[in-house]
Structure formats: C-alpha cells, structure tokens
C-alpha cells in the first residue's frame, strides 16, 4: 500500500516565477491538506482540499493556489515566488471526518533564488 | 502569541537518559493533542495523541493538563535512533480540518 507520495523531490526557482508541487494520496483517502515548513519551524497550514474544493485556508496570500482532481491527487501552485517562498512544503493525505489522522508526504523541497 | 509554544532545545542526552518536553498552547477550546516525530530532512510522523488521561507507549508517556493548556512528553530509557524533532499538535474546533504545530524541539541522544 504505497503511502503520501509528492514531486518533485526538489526544485530550484528564481524570484518572480511560478511553480507547481503535486501530491499523491495514500490510498482510500480523499482529503488533502498542504503544508509550508521553513527551516528551524513547525509545518504551517496552507489550506485543505476535499471533493475538489477548498474548504479550509490558513494565512497565506493568493499567490498560493491549489486544486484537487477526481482522483483525489492535488496540485499546489505558487506565483510570483519570492525568497521567503524557500520551504519544505508538505502534503497530508486523511480519511473523511479523520483529520487529526494525517498521513504526510516526504515533502518536496522548494529553494527560491 | 504563538498558538503551539515548545521548549526551544535542542537537548543532548546519554543514551539510557530520561528527557521531558513540554508545551503549551493558547487557544483553550483545543479539543485533540499530539506528538509527532520528525527525523531530519524527512516527514513528521505521528508518534502518539495525548489524552487527558494521560497514555503510555512503550518508552513513552504523554501528558495532558487542560486547566494549564500543557503538554508533555516523557521519554524513558532513550536510545540513539530517539534522536529527532518532536513536534507538538494541537487541533482546535473551529479549524478542526488543519493541525497547528509547534516549532520542534530537537533531541539528541548520545552514545
């Protein structure tokens, strides 16, 4: 049973640009949360995603989208990146109505020059 | 404030050492309570929920104190591969759908 799996692993990206991470879900579940990790801090809630919709968003600005497909993989897009941008972003994959339960990706790490 | 507040480490202890962390957090209608794992440069991993109870897992022991809104956790015995980030997890009703975590205290266990 092949857990939370993300690409790319790593990224290298230049201020100004536009990047899109994506998330596999552990099997038989359907909701996806996204989280940034900067060096030295805890994960910080980006939003969640559930039947192809946003349902929840922590603080982050606009520049920071995403979308879920039908086969509950999701995608996070970020504009206009900027150096603070440069983060582990992680992906967790939950059953319904089982979000303390979260199952995380091994993230992929974003470097913004 | 921060929401999640931990104990800023890093803490360096002999193998066979007992090593307490705590944590406290600010939004009193927090209902869920976790610690989580993080090795470096990997996921974090659900180690163990806190309940008010208190439980155990092994070498573990987690501690909740809903009047003081502290946690804690208890290693025993430790050992090498102890060595981590441990993360504190609250999960608070009107955000039920997104776990808040705090910034990490790293353990290393020394031989």
Known sequence: DAGVTQSPTHLIKTRGQQVTLRCSPKSGHDTVSWYQQALGQGPQFIFQYYEEEERQRGNFPDRFSGHQFPNYSSELNVNALLLGDSALYLCASSLPLRENEQFFGPGTRLTVL | ?111
């Open chain 2, 1 to 111: 404030r921060k929401e999640v507040e931990q104990d800023p480490g890093p803490f360096n202890v002999p193998e066979g050492a007992t090593v307490a962390f705590n944590c406290t957090y600010s939004n009193s209608a927090s209902q869920s309570f976790f610690w989580y794992r993080q090795d470096c440069r990997k996921e974090p991993k659900l180690l163990m929920s806190v309940y008010s109870s208190g439980n155990e897992d092994g070498r573990f022991t987690a501690q909740l104190n809903r009047a003081s809104q502290y946690i804690s956790l208890l290693i025993r015995d430790s050992k090498l591969s102890d060595s981590a980030t441990y993360l504190c997890v609250v999960n608070t009703p009107s955000s039920a759908r997104q776990l808040t975590f705090g910034s990490g205290t790293q353990l290393t266990v020394l031989p």
